[in-house]
C-alpha cells in the first residue's frame, strides 16, 4: 500500500472514532422511552397495575431508574430492565416521561377507604413530604395523586417489607409503613388514587 492510501486509511478511521462518541451521545429519547410502552403506556399513561410515570418529574423518574439499575430499590422486573440502560439512556427517558402531560389512572376506587386514607395521611404526616393531597412539593418525592391505588399499596408493602431495598431517600417510609396495617395501606392508596 503507497503512502498516500495509507495516509487515506488513517484519516477515514481517525473520523469514524471521532464520529462514535458523538452517535453514542446523541440519545433518541422517544425511541429509547418507546419500550416502556407495554407496561406503561406510550407516553407514560399507564392504563393498568403498573404506574402511571407521565409528567412525573424528571429527577424522580431518574433517581427511581438508577435505583433500580443498582439494585437499591426492590423490584421484580425493573431492576432486570433498568441495567440494560445506560446512565445516558435514563437520563432521556426521565426528560421524555417528564416532558409529558399526567394523565390519572382510570380506576374504581371505594370512597368510604380513600375517607379513612384521607383522616391517615393528615394524621401521620404524610403532607409534609407529599403535600395535602398527594402533590408532592420537591421534584425528588413522586406525585401520588392520581395514581394507580393497586400500585400505591404494593409500594407501600414493599416499603413495610423489612427484606426488601429501598432507596435511602425512601427510608422513612419504613417505619411509617410498618406501623399501618393492610387495610390502613389500602385506605392511603384510595385516598392518593382519589386524588386529581
Given amino acids: 500500500m503507497n503512502t498516500r492510501n495509507l495516509l487515506r486509511l488513517f484519516t477515514a478511521a481517525a473520523l469514524l472514532l471521532a464520529a462514535v462518541p ?16 407495554g407496561c406503561h403506556g406510550t407516553h407514560g399513561e399507564s392504563v393498568g397495575a403498573a404506574p402511571v410515570i ?27 430492565i433498568a441495567r440494560g440502560y445506560s446512565d445516558e439512556e435514563i437520563e432521556a427517558m426521565a426528560g421524555f416521561f417528564a416532558a409529558q402531560t399526567w394523565t390519572p389512572g382510570k380506576q374504581e376506587l371505594d370512597a368510604e377507604l380513600a375517607g379513612k386514607g384521607g383522616a391517615l395521611h393528615a394524621d ?7 403535600g395535602p393531597v398527594g402533590t408532592a412539593p420537591s421534584p425528588t418525592v413522586p406525585n401520588l395523586a392520581g395514581q394507580f391505588a393497586e400500585y400505591l399499596y404494593y409500594q407501600m408493602r414493599d416499603y413495610a417489607n423489612p427484606h426488601a431495598a429501598i432507596p435511602t431517600t425512601a427510608m422513612v417510609m419504613r417505619p411509617m409503613c410498618q406501623n399501618l396495617s393492610d ?3 389500602m385506605s392511603l392508596a ?7
Fill in 54 to 80: 407521565a409528567g412525573m418529574s424528571e429527577p424522580y423518574l431518574k433517581s427511581a431508574m438508577m435505583d433500580y439499575k443498582e439494585g437499591t430499590r426492590y423490584s421484580t422486573i425493573m431492576g432486570r
Fill in 190 to 196: 384510595h385516598f392518593y388514587a382519589s386524588q386529581q
Fill in 124 to 130: 401521620k404526616g404524610c403532607a409534609m413530604c407529599h
Fill in 183 to 185: 387495610e390502613e395501606l
Fill in 22 to 37: 458523538a452517535m453514542a451521545g446523541d440519545v433518541d429519547a422517544a425511541m429509547v422511552s418507546n419500550t416502556c410502552a
